[in-house]
């Protein structure tokens, strides 16, 4: 799954990683520990020159509140299930990304987070549904970020992952139609992700600053940490 996320790349970089402009309202500012209900910046198929904010949490139609928004929709079940059948059918974004955080229980023990994010690039983008909801003021644009089976490096750490999609393959993930978006609904395939443990700070949404993602003990973790 994916329940933390963060973008704290410059807001010109952002820009020119993207090739779209910030109009999100409230402009951009980077987030270190960004959760569920908060603003995930996203880039819809609708405005792809666009970088704007969006509820993160999809609503239901049934929902009475945003906080009941759903975060994550499993990308093999998404097209059948009602609450995200339109958005999978029309509504693809990018959601926007310098690292999201997952909690690894070793041996059933207590929880210790991780960062995981690309080593290449400071921003890349987790493959979304966004939608539109009626609010009790105003229509609120709402976000869910699609999941998948682990790839090798998250499998140590977690048993599912979010949908990275490779950096060729973002213009497509907005343009595709459904069956070739499916496709790429898979483990990411290469092998530029990392991860390394860090302190538990990270568990408390307040904390959002640039000590969040130091490595635990200065000492950063590499693949071999999470091999059997």
């Known amino acids: ?25 409230g402009g951009y500012t980077p987030r ?16 792809p020159d666009e970088i704007d904010a969006s509820h993160w949490g ?7 509140e945003p906080e009941e928004g759903i975060i994550n929709a499993r990308s093999e079940t998404a097209a059948e299930k009602r609450v995200f059948q339109e958005a999978w059918e029309s509504r693809p974004c990018l959601a926007l990304s310098s690292g999201f955080y997952e909690w690894k229980s070793p041996n059933g023990g207590s929880k ?16 979304g549904l966004w939608d539109v909801r009626a609010g009790e003021d105003e229509a609120i644009s709402c976000v869910t970020i699609l999941t998948t089976e682990p790839n090798d490096l998250m499998n140590s750490i977690h048993d599912r992952m979010p949908v990275v999609i490779p950096r060729d393959a973002e213009s497509d993930w907005l343009a595709a139609d459904p069956d ?5 609904c898979q483990p990411y395939p290469k092998d530029d ?9 990270v568990n408390n949404p307040g904390n959002d600053d640039p000590q969040v993602i130091e490595p635990l003990d200065h ?3 590499g693949l071999g940490e999470f091999s059997s």
């Open 112 to 127: 210790h987070p991780y960062r995981i994010h690309r080593e290449d690039d400071p921003a890349f983008a987790m493959a």
């Open 32 to 47: 270190y520990n960004i959760g569920p209900g908060d603003n995930l910046h996203i880039v819809t198929n609708e405005a």
């Open 219 to 221: 000492e950063q973790s």
């Open 180 to 184: 070739t978006r499916k496709e790429l």
């Open 58 to 64: 999809l609503i239901p139609f049934w929902a009475d």
């Open 1 to 25: 799954m994916c329940g933390r996320n963060s973008l704290f790349i410059d807001q010109a970089d952002l820009e020119a990683r993207f090739d779209a402009e910030v109009v999100a309202d």
């Open 193 to 201: 992700l990392d991860a390394y443990e860090i302190s538990t700070r």
